[in-house]
């Protein structure tokens, strides 16, 4: 389907639409950094008490985390991030707004997010943080679902995110049955040439379609990966086995919405005593 100007957008948010549906995913830069350094704060804060050190620069000691840390301690420090994170009263507040108008124009305006963001970390050479290739609609995630990937420090080469494009995409499903029964290694080699490497910014946001096959390699560069996901939808489209209430939460119903959900049709007769 041929994607055409409507006089009901604006042309940004066509052209904003057009670039998700041809690559798949689109950048943008987030809405407030103020909201970003509060959250790059955060992490690094609750790190550093954790690892009983101290840090001049949030961004040097995020990306150089790995001469802190092994991984045999890594996950743990995962684990308490989550958690820290997660029960800090405006954190997915400020994660939603920094993407906010391009979930707006590409999802809608009355939203579920998930409950609880999600943090990567993978230091350099560490194959245990590894995200084989995968698509999150194979494992009952609705197709109606994006993934908004933030990235808190510079994410580049290996040190970043595949994902493949739609056009690629649509050819592989045409072949999948050939790959039943083998492993997710052989599927990434049959790929691998085609998947676009996400460059992306501290101070951009990823919004990507969890639908198409993604994942990440080794890290080989020289500096540890941080980034965090978080999937939306819109609340009224169809829910796979994640639900609304065990997964997601509504967090942008409007007025009119409310109130056809709690409206109930007066009674039409009474029942006689």
């Not at 290996?158 to 690629?168: A, D, G, Q, S």
Request: aromatic share 12%; glycine share 4%; proline share 5%.
């Amino acid at each position: 389907m041929v994607m055409q100007p409507s006089s009901f957008v604006s042309e940004e948010e066509f052209i904003l639409a057009q670039k998700f549906k041809d690559q798949g995913y689109v950048i943008c830069s987030v809405t407030d950094f103020k909201l970003l350094e509060q959250i790059q704060t955060l992490m690094a804060e609750v790190a550093a008490n954790y690892l009983g050190y101290s840090f001049d620069d949030k961004e040097t000691f995020l990306n150089l985390i790995h001469k802190q840390i092994g991984l045999d301690k890594l996950n743990e420090l995962r684990i308490h991030l989550i958690r820290q994170m997660n029960s800090v009263p405006w954190f997915r507040s400020n994660y939603f707004q920094l993407a906010r108008p391009a979930l707006e124009a590409l999802v809608g305006n009355e939203l579920a997010m998930q409950l609880r963001v999600n943090l990567s970390i993978q230091l350099p050479k560490d194959d245990s943080s590894l995200l084989p290739v995968h698509a999150d609609v194979w494992s009952g995630d609705s197709p109606y679902e994006v993934v908004v990937w933030l990235p808190l420090v510079d994410c580049y080469r290996t040190k970043t995110m595949y994902i493949l494009p739609p056009t690629v995409d649509r050819r592989l499903r045409e072949e999948f049955i050939e790959y039943a029964g083998r492993s997710s290694e052989e599927l990434f080699r049959r790929i691998e040439k085609e998947v676009n490497w996400i460059q992306i910014k501290a101070g951009e946001v990823l919004i990507f379609n969890q639908n198409l096959p993604h994942g990440n390699r080794i890290n080989k560069e020289q500096e540890t990966r941080w980034s965090m996901n978080c999937r939306f939808k819109s609340v009224f489209t169809p829910y796979g086995d994640k639900k609304i209430g065990e997964f997601f939460e509504p967090i942008t119903l409007k007025a009119a919405s409310r109130q056809g959900m709690s409206y109930r049709f007066p009674k039409l007769s009474s029942k006689s005593s």
